[in-house]
């Protein structure tokens, strides 16, 4: 295991660093992470893809369940833990960053769109499953007052879906391969913000371990590859950064 400094030293020095994210890192923006108690996710049930697809009611559902994290999503705005993965760019240490998060919040941290594989999709976009029509959220959400239908594409009719990844739907094939390669490119690999239960996006850090690069976790709880990590903190990532900034500010 290496200390903090020593990893700040891995960090000073490297210019091959990939970053893998998840709900965690957006918790300090305000938008809840997956398995906070009382949080939206234990209120409503995930709509896996086949039911969003075959019935009018769990649509409904799911965007109600969109309409009630509409608000905060829309206001949330990139924290330090985003800033401090968009500085690593600026330094031109950066690979690239791989995030399980639908938030957009890497993006407009000022991280270029190239640098950024998002496995599980966007909800920064809503898009017509029929003939891939692409609709800004904003003028399909005003559309879902009162006691409402599911949306439906202006041109097809076709059913409009968040461009996010459901349970049960296929992974991204251009996003699947990026992360790989970069993954495969690693000499460090941190992970900053995920339980690393959902799979296939928890077996990246695995690879990039498995290829020798440093794996580092920062992350509240405790998480199943800790064990596995060259480096792990346990803390909020806040935090983490603020004091992190300065170790590795001369690198
Ligand atoms: P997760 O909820 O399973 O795990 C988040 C982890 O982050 C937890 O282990 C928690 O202890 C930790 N954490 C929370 N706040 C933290 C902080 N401030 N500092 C350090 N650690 C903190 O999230 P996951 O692994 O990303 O998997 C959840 C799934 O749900 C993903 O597939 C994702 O697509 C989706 N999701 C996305 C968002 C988002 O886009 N922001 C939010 C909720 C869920």
């Known amino acids: 295991m290496m200390n903090l400094e020593e990893f700040a030293g891995a960090i000073r020095e490297s210019r091959e660093i990939v970053v893998f994210t998840g709900a965690g890192i957006s918790t300090e923006s305000g938008i809840p992470d997956f398995r906070s108690p009382g949080g939206i996710w234990s209120r409503y049930r995930p709509v896996s893809f086949q039911e969003f697809i075959s019935s009018e009611e769990s ?3 799911a965007w109600k369940r969109r309409l009630e994290t509409y608000a ?3 206001n949330a705005k990139p924290n330090i833990g985003h800033y401090f993965v968009q500085s690593l760019n600026e330094k031109g240490k950066l690979i690239g960053l791989i ?9 407009q941290s000022g991280l270029p769109e190239d640098k950024i594989v998002e496995l599980h999709g966007s909800n920064r976009t809503i898009r017509c499953l029929e003939c891939s029509k692409s609709y800004d959220p904003v ?3 005003e559309r879902l007052t009162g006691n409402f239908s599911s949306p439906r594409c202006d041109d097809c009719g076709g059913i409009l879906k968040s461009a996010t990844i459901s ?3 296929a992974m991204p094939e251009r996003a699947m391969r990026q992360a790989q390669e970069w993954t495969e490119q690693a000499r460090i690999f941190i992970v900053m913000g995920s339980s690393l239960q959902v799979q296939p996006a928890a077996s990246f850090p695995v690879i990039a371990r498995h290829n020798g690069a440093v ?3 920062i992350n509240r709880e405790p ?3 800790d064990e596995y990590a060259s480096f792990a903190h346990h803390g909020a990532i806040g935090e983490f950064c603020r004091r992190f900034n300065s170790m590795i500010a001369d690198g």
Do not use: K, P, W, Y
């Not at 995030?99 to 993006?107: A, E, I, K, Y």
């Open 59 to 61: 649509r409904v559902e």
């Open 72 to 74: 905060v999503d829309q």
């Open 99 to 107: 995030t399980q998060n639908v938030d957009g919040l890497h993006s």
């Open 139 to 141: 003028i399909i959400m």
């Open 167 to 169: 349970f049960g739907q």
């Open 215 to 217: 794996l580092a976790i």
């Open 223 to 225: 998480t199943m590859l």
